[in-house]
């Protein structure tokens, strides 16, 4: 059975992603809270922290001979005006949600290249768009998906290197959408973390001529204009 390693499997997103996989993958969870899940393999690890990360992705190496998937899917947010914003939470977010990543690439691209697997980063729509007080969790999306091609192309042709840019993927089971929150998307509804799930299948099954790209999927908020 094929290894995937997903960063932030313990909730949301990651969680989805995590128990979908494991049906034909083995599924390494890196978090720093666990969520037991059946054949689910967990780590615990502070990714903002590095040297706790390099001794996990050791402990990782000795466990396993290969690696078909990385996908980068923990990430921080905050949200805060700008004069409350602290030069600590900045560097916490950036840690976690862009250093981390680039880490774990970086450490696991040998085996990915033997594989000739993936790296599938999990950026946002707020790449390119924002909400005001987002500063670092938008600066850190920017860069994951700028961190997407150049790995794509520093890896190439061995490794496929793609980002994913979710926009309002609701993983709160206790909240319902409105009609007001489903109509204003075009795609009729706010999205689910089966969403995402179909799209990593999807690059997980590319045979290799998908690389840098980044793939929307906010039911198509981004391109729709608003008057106000």
């Not at 700008?82 to 880490?103: F, G, H, V």
């Not at 690439?105 to 790449?127: C, D, P, V």
């Not at 670092?136 to 860069?143: E, P, R, T, V």
């Not at 690059?203 to 290799?208: A, H, P, W």
Request: glycine share 6%.
């Amino acid at each position: 059975m094929q290894n995937i390693i997903i960063t932030g499997a313990s909730h949301g997103i990651g969680r989805a992603l995590a128990k979908k996989l494991s049906k034909k993958y083995h599924i390494i969870n890196i978090d720093i809270v666990e969520n037991k899940m059946d054949k689910v393999d967990f780590y615990k690890c502070d990714l903002s922290d590095k040297s706790k990360l390099l001794k996990t992705i050791e402990k990782i190496k000795t466990n396993i001979d290969s690696l078909y998937a990385l996908i980068n899917n923990a990430a921080l947010f905050s949200s805060k005006s700008l004069e409350k914003q602290t030069l600590e939470e900045w560097e916490n977010i950036i840690s976690i949600n862009l250093t981390a990543p680039y880490i774990l690439s970086k450490e696991f691209a040998s085996m990915l290249k033997q594989s000739k697997g993936h790296i599938i980063n999990i950026s946002s729509t707020r790449a390119s768009m924002s909400e005001a007080g987002t500063e670092a969790y938008s600066a850190s999306k920017g860069g994951i998906s700028s961190l997407t091609h150049a790995l794509a192309i520093t890896l190439s042709p061995d490794v496929k290197v793609n980002s994913i840019s979710p926009g309002w993927i609701n993983t709160n089971e206790e909240y319902l959408p409105t009609k007001v929150d489903n109509e204003q998307h075009p795609s009729g509804r706010v999205g689910t973390p089966d969403d995402i799930v179909d799209t990593v299948k999807f690059l997980l099954k590319n045979r290799g001529f998908i690389t840098g790209s980044d793939f929307v999927i906010d039911g198509g908020m981004t391109k729709k204009m608003i008057y106000v």
